[in-house]
């Protein structure tokens, strides 16, 4: 099984904040494109979809959100923290099976 | 527009089956897999297998072989999880998701969700 390790596993950022979440795979999940997806998760909700194959954004998610990496790591980026934005963060890979980080809750400062 | 509806929270006992029901609507329910992912309380997210309706061909995760059955009606456009044999650390919020490789990319992913629904497995 690929595991997928986070981190941090929470922060405390104010809004306007610039957010970087790393996620990082056992194995490579690059071939020609990058297995691994971004989740936002918010108390009481199902995840919700925002970046797919390590750096499309998903339409309808506002631009503010981006992600890179390529082979074993990866980064999600929040330019600029919006209120709406507080919420817990999943990396997923899908290279082999599915499996999700232990998340990162970005929670108010 | 597209949705996945979910069954009710049920209370089950130690060695009870649960069986979960999920409805799509809005989109061909046999042109894309569901999968079914579940959620400890204050945990992360674990794959436990999909369905893909067309075909009714399934696929689980190792670690629910043997206890785990997904099944679907295309009359009713309807994906059901059933799981057998019920401890206490199943206890969890079960969702059903659609699965989809979205344009220019083989990568799989989720794109829609059900609501979730909560079992809890309790004496």
């Known amino acids: 099984d690929i595991q997928m390790t986070q981190s941090p596993s929470s922060l405390s950022a104010s809004v306007g904040d610039r957010v970087t979440i790393t996620c990082r795979a056992s194995?490579?999940?690059?071939?020609?494109?990058?297995?691994l997806n971004w989740y936002q998760q918010k108390p009481g909700k199902a995840p919700k979809l925002l970046i797919y194959a390590a750096s499309s954004l998903l339409s309808g998610v506002p631009s503010r959100f981006s992600g890179s990496g390529s082979g074993t790591d990866f980064t999600l980026t929040i330019s600029s923290l919006q209120p709406e934005d507080f919420a817990t963060y999943y990396c997923?890979?899908?290279?082999?099976?599915?499996?999700f980080g232990q998340g990162t809750k970005v929670e108010v400062k | 527009q597209v949705q996945l509806v979910q069954s009710g929270a049920e209370v089950k006992k130690p060695g009870a089956s649960v069986k979960v029901s999920c409805e799509a609507s809005g989109y061909a329910f046999t042109d894309y897999y569901v999968h079914w992912v579940r959620q400890g309380p204050g945990q992360s997210l674990e794959w436990m297998g999909w369905i893909n309706p067309g075909s009714g061909g399934t696929n689980y995760a190792q670690s629910f072989q043997g206890r785990v059955t997904m099944t679907r009606d295309t009359s009713v456009s309807t994906a059901y999880m059933e799981l057998s044999r019920l401890r206490s650390d199943d206890t969890a919020v079960y969702y059903c998701a659609r699965g989809i490789a979205l344009p220019l990319t083989t990568v799989t992913t989720f794109d829609y969700w059900g609501q979730g629904t909560l079992v809890t497995v309790s004496s």
């Open positions: 997923q890979q899908s290279f082999s099976s599915w499996t």
């Open positions: 194995r490579s999940i690059t071939i020609s494109s990058s297995y």
